[in-house]
């Protein structure tokens, strides 16, 4: 029998500093280039390994890959032996992670194993877009016995020109240019604006520290553009295990941090790199926006927020959508009115993301509506209430982050659906102050 939780947050007086734990985005490619890689190669990771990391480690081993994770104090080694491709009839369970199966799955369809390789999936996973994915790759040789999870994929996929909408999920693209130098090289041709461009980017850099270069056509060198634009990977890129790795601090968690240190006090979160493609980096100056203090460590990798007058602003979500939910909680507790738009591609989340925001904050007390791809929040104050969290792991815990201002005490359903990317997020959140407790419930 499932056993699960809820949270109970009270209203508190936040004053600490949190480590960023390892980024999730990286990780998954990182694991994924190592399995693919000519020789060994040590992960290096901080806090505790996400169950979306987890399901891309297991589909790696399920692949043929050797993988061996060694916990310490803090984090980790992930050990990969190279070694994907080596199953005859690989089982891939992605789980509940959007990332592993769009990942893995133009990667197996490049290595063409003999029996085929099984597809499965849970939660919201089987309803969430993938055909846009499934069209190129069997243009170009890939066999499927289903049009949604799950299925057997069958059949190798052959280089050249791949042509696919950005304005679905970036992840389609991170999949084929991982694919492309096992079949040697090609062409990822985006026909659309293409919506979360950084993560792109972060796959471009992760593919480069093992020794395939991306290269873009357009006049930025980075993933942000049009429709039209082209990432092209040469014929002669291989992958090259580096030995030993470090993926850097996740953006993504630590914006709920820095949002709770905005609202009710101080909050320092260390371990951050100020370049990182990562484009939740935006967090710095959005809550900049709504009038936060916020101060920089640009050497130490450090970035403090502290409480100040907050009021609402307009945020185009179009890169960034990781960071709605959190941006929400702090738009129902700033001051007048915040608009966000370019949020449309967020119903294909976890949960219909959009609706799952709206209905967080009128749960709180709060005035929030969406049409044609945009929330407006009219913010000032947050009562407090039941949040059902729809098993979303950023509903969770932008409820936790809402609840240090609420009036009243926060409860939040299926509260540990944060370990689909923070399965330490609500010790690290007590120990900035945040008062909650987490009840099992069956």
Known sequence: MKIDAVAKVKRSRISGKVQAISAKAELHR?????????????????GTLSDDVLATIRCAVAGGAGVDVREALGGGIISVKPGFGSAEYPHFDCAESGSTLRFML?????????????????????????????????EHGASFSADR????????????????????????????LLALPLVGGGDVIVTTPLGSAPYVDITRAVMARFGANVG????????????????????????????????????????????????????TVTGLDMTSPQGDRAIIELLRRFGADISVDNEGGRVTAR???????????????????????VAAAATGVTVIRGVERLRHKESDRVSAVVDMIRSLGGDASDVDGT???????????????????????A???AGVVARSEVTISDAMCVAKSHP??????????GIVDVIPVR
């Open 30 to 46: 990182i694991i994924i280039c190592s399995a693919l890689s000519g020789g060994v190669c040590d992960i290096s990771y901080v």
């Open 106 to 138: 133009p990667v197996a369809a490049a290595m063409g194993f003999p029996r085929g390789a099984r597809f499965a999936g849970r939660g919201r996973l089987p309803q969430r877009p993938i055909a846009e994915l499934m069209r190129p790759l069997a």
């Open 149 to 176: 999870l799950p299925f057997t994929l069958t059949g190798r996929i052959s280089g050249g020109e791949f042509s696919l909408p950005g304005n679905v999920s970036s992840q389609y693209v991170t999949g084929l």
């Open 216 to 267: 873009v056509k357009n006049s930025s060198g980075s993933a942000e553009g049009g429709g039209g634009m082209a990432f092209s990977v040469p014929s002669d890129a291989r992958y090259t295990s580096p030995g030993a790795i470090r993926a850097g601090g996740d953006w993504s968690a630590a914006a709920f941090f820095l949002a709770t240190g905005a609202l009710a006090g101080e909050v």
């Open 307 to 329: 409480k100040a007058s907050l009021r609402g602003c307009e945020i185009d979500a179009d890169d960034i959508p990781d960071l709605v939910p959190v941006l929400a909680a």
């Open 375 to 397: 929330i407006t929040i009219r913010g000032g104050d947050i009562k407090g209430g039941f949040v059902n969290s729809r098993g979303d792991h950023r509903i969770a815990m």
């Open 399 to 401: 409820a936790t982050v």
């Open 424 to 433: 330490g997020f609500y010790d690290d959140f007590a120990l900035v102050g």
